[in-house]
């Protein structure tokens, strides 16, 4: 292998057995004698979580790995990290390995946090003075400094996950493999996990292997990206392309069709109806329910109306409210202050969004038709989901504790 790879994974498959006889406790073991008493056999089945799986790692690369639940990430993280093993192929490493899979993982309930961190040293083949050298830093880092003697066992998750962040990514390992699991800190600890990961690739040279449903930390945080799915890499490339890949295969819905509002049910005069409303992508024009904070947005109406004098005076109006019904902004024609000719009596309108500027989290569009200011007819809520990214260009980065609403570009100067 290469001085300059880190990681070599060559054709590497993992099989399961679904529904092989466990003996993992007292429990098992007498339930799995008794059917071999009475004569059952245990019904098994392969399962390949992997299959196939070659890929290698460059030094000082952040790789993300992204695909659906059940998709084989995790499964090929505890194969990287020597929790498992593969069931065919190889993985060679250069150099240490320090992994973040599950709450918990690597720490002794009983221990405190303290005993812990020397502890995942030592495992990590480091010497108690060098341990000694990081051990403000990893507990600062952690923010558990009153706790840090009491056993671990009585630490909430969060505290339990921002100790073993720290600990793996401060003790130096040369290859930081982080899961999902920081999902469990709250936002603020997961930007400073996501900064502490860029530094390590950017100015420390060493590798990461990021997996995450966080499309935005993805883009903003890896070189290059493999998309899993079935166990399977099927498709590998940059940030931009793998994460707009997946949205479209995952999160689109696969849905085109227009809502039928019974018209008791509806408001207005009814001379203009709207049939649905949804975000579309602007690159394949398909369905989609997940945007991107900061790229373009393009949402899609679809409206009938019984004459063309009934669209004298036209109007789409758009509140965007969040889940508690808050109010964050409007889109409207009237707003954009330019004339529409020639509306056709039913079709589709668009609604382009240079910038999305929803920070993140779920909203709702709520549209109404609208004729000369007076009400033609309302829409049932349509929801999508914000996708937290680089709205200001800054590298994604926002202050601490921001809350979910609109972002505006802004500048600042001296007079």
């Not at 250069?94 to 899979?101: D, I, T």
């Not at 812990?116 to 923010?143: C, H, P, Q, Y």
């Given at each position: 292998m290469s001085e300059k790879i880190s990681i070599q994974i060559k054709g590497i498959s993992k099989r399961y057995k679904i529904g092989a006889a466990k003996a993992d406790s007292l429990k098992d073991t007498i339930s799995s004698g008794a059917q071999m008493v009475l004569g059952g056999k245990n019904k098994t089945e392969d399962f390949w979580a992997l299959k196939d799986i070659s890929i290698d790692v460059p030094k000082g690369k952040v790789l993300g790995i992204?695909?659906?639940n059940g998709a084989g990430k995790s499964t090929l993280l505890?194969?990287?990290?020597?929790?498992?093993?593969?069931?065919?192929?190889?993985?060679?490493?250069?150099?240490?390995v320090s992994s973040?899979?599950?709450?918990?993982?690597?720490?002794?309930?009983?221990?405190?946090?303290?005993?812990?961190?020397?502890?995942?040293?030592?495992?990590?083949?480091?010497?108690?003075?060098?341990?000694?050298d990081k051990f403000d830093a990893i507990v600062d880092f952690a923010g558990i400094g009153k706790f840090i003697d009491t056993p671990v066992k009585h630490y909430s998750s969060g505290m339990y996950v921002r100790l073993a962040f720290s600990v793996a990514a401060n003790l130096e390992p040369e290859i930081l493999i982080i899961d999902e699991v920081l999902a469990v800190g709250d936002a603020d600890f997961q930007r400073k996990c996501l900064g502490k990961m860029s530094e390590v690739s950017q100015n420390e040279g060493r590798t990461v292997i990021f997996v995450s449903h966080n499309m935005g930390a993805i883009k903003d945080l890896?070189?290059?990206?493999?998309?899993?799915?079935?166990?399977?890499?099927?498709?590998?490339?940059?940030?931009?392309?793998?994460?707009?890949?997946?949205?479209?295969?995952?999160?689109?819905?696969?849905?085109?069709?227009?809502?039928?509002?019974?018209?008791?049910?509806r408001a207005g005069n009814g001379k203009v109806r709207i049939k649905s409303v949804r975000f579309i992508s602007p690159e394949t024009k398909l369905p989609i329910d997940t945007v991107f904070c900061g790229q373009e947005g393009l949402i899609e109406i679809s409206y009938k109306a019984n004459s063309p004098e009934d669209l004298n005076g036209f109007d789409i109006r758009m509140n965007v409210v969040d889940s508690n019904k808050q109010f964050h902004s409007q889109f409207s024609i009237e707003l954009w202050g330019k004339q529409m000719d020639q509306i056709p009596t039913q079709g589709k309108i668009y609604c382009k969004i240079p910038k999305i500027p929803f920070s993140h989290g779920e909203f709702y569009l709520v549209a109404n038709a609208l004729v000369n200011r007076e009400l033609a007819d309302n829409f049932v809520p349509s929801r999508f989901t914000v996708v937290q990214a680089d709205f200001f260009g800054n590298g994604g980065r926002k202050p601490s504790g921001s809350p979910q609403g609109v972002y505006v570009d802004h500048e600042w100067y001296l007079a």
């Amino acid at each position: 292998m290469s001085e300059k790879i880190s990681i070599q994974i060559k054709g590497i498959s993992k099989r399961y057995k679904i529904g092989a006889a466990k003996a993992d406790s007292l429990k098992d073991t007498i339930s799995s004698g008794a059917q071999m008493v009475l004569g059952g056999k245990n019904k098994t089945e392969d399962f390949w979580a992997l299959k196939d799986i070659s890929i290698d790692v460059p030094k000082g690369k952040v790789l993300g790995i992204i695909g659906k639940n059940g998709a084989g990430k995790s499964t090929l993280l505890k194969i990287l990290s020597r929790i498992t093993k593969p069931t065919k192929g190889t993985v060679e490493i250069n150099g240490r390995v320090s992994s973040l899979l599950e709450v918990g993982t690597g720490f002794h309930p009983e221990l405190t946090g303290r005993e812990n961190i020397f502890l995942n040293a030592t495992i990590l083949g480091m010497s108690r003075k060098e341990v000694k050298d990081k051990f403000d830093a990893i507990v600062d880092f952690a923010g558990i400094g009153k706790f840090i003697d009491t056993p671990v066992k009585h630490y909430s998750s969060g505290m339990y996950v921002r100790l073993a962040f720290s600990v793996a990514a401060n003790l130096e390992p040369e290859i930081l493999i982080i899961d999902e699991v920081l999902a469990v800190g709250d936002a603020d600890f997961q930007r400073k996990c996501l900064g502490k990961m860029s530094e390590v690739s950017q100015n420390e040279g060493r590798t990461v292997i990021f997996v995450s449903h966080n499309m935005g930390a993805i883009k903003d945080l890896c070189d290059e990206v493999i998309y899993i799915k079935g166990g399977e890499v099927d498709a590998v490339g940059t940030a931009e392309e793998m994460t707009n890949k997946y949205l479209e295969d995952n999160l689109r819905k696969y849905t085109d069709t227009e809502i039928e509002i019974p018209e008791n049910e509806r408001a207005g005069n009814g001379k203009v109806r709207i049939k649905s409303v949804r975000f579309i992508s602007p690159e394949t024009k398909l369905p989609i329910d997940t945007v991107f904070c900061g790229q373009e947005g393009l949402i899609e109406i679809s409206y009938k109306a019984n004459s063309p004098e009934d669209l004298n005076g036209f109007d789409i109006r758009m509140n965007v409210v969040d889940s508690n019904k808050q109010f964050h902004s409007q889109f409207s024609i009237e707003l954009w202050g330019k004339q529409m000719d020639q509306i056709p009596t039913q079709g589709k309108i668009y609604c382009k969004i240079p910038k999305i500027p929803f920070s993140h989290g779920e909203f709702y569009l709520v549209a109404n038709a609208l004729v000369n200011r007076e009400l033609a007819d309302n829409f049932v809520p349509s929801r999508f989901t914000v996708v937290q990214a680089d709205f200001f260009g800054n590298g994604g980065r926002k202050p601490s504790g921001s809350p979910q609403g609109v972002y505006v570009d802004h500048e600042w100067y001296l007079a």
